[in-house]
């Protein structure tokens, strides 16, 4: 399963992005058979948690630095991944990268690095104050 993240940008505090991840390989169907996350590394720090969603679509969980602000979700024939992120600013400055794991149950959330095997290349965002 390869992952391409895409939609990142400069975009002034306040602003919105949207970011997407498309899958492809030939063991990939749909989303529905992974699990999903949103990571993202800022300069000089380590790679941490945004978002994630379970297989189920049902179970979902935000980093705090984002609640209320950034929703996870899928389009409705689950061939993308999106992350809406609104209210940006600077400290979301970032490349963030989509990840999904075919491992654990159909409802949990990972929120670790170590639970996902797949990981895309990563899409900058750049927020201007």
């Known amino acids: 399963v390869q992952l391409q993240a895409s939609g990142g940008g400069l975009v002034q505090a306040g602003g919105s992005l949207r970011l997407s991840c498309e899958a492809s390989g030939l063991t990939f169907r749909t989303f529905s058979d992974y699990g999903v996350g949103w990571f993202r590394q800022a300069p000089g720090k380590e790679r941490e948690f945004v978002a994630g969603?379970?297989?189920?679509?049902?179970?979902?969980s935000y980093a705090d630095s984002v609640k209320g602000r950034f929703t996870i979700s899928t389009d409705a024939n689950k061939y993308a991944v999106n992350l809406q992120m609104n209210r940006l600013n600077p400290e979301d400055t970032a490349v963030y990268y989509c990840?999904?794991?075919?491992?654990?149950?159909?409802?949990?959330?990972?929120?670790?690095?170590?639970?996902?095997?797949?990981w895309g290349q990563g899409t900058q965002v750049t927020v201007s104050s």
């Open positions: 969603m379970s297989r189920s679509t049902r179970a979902f």
């Open positions: 990840a999904a794991t075919a491992r654990g149950t159909y409802n949990s959330v990972y929120k670790r690095m170590d639970d996902y095997q797949y």
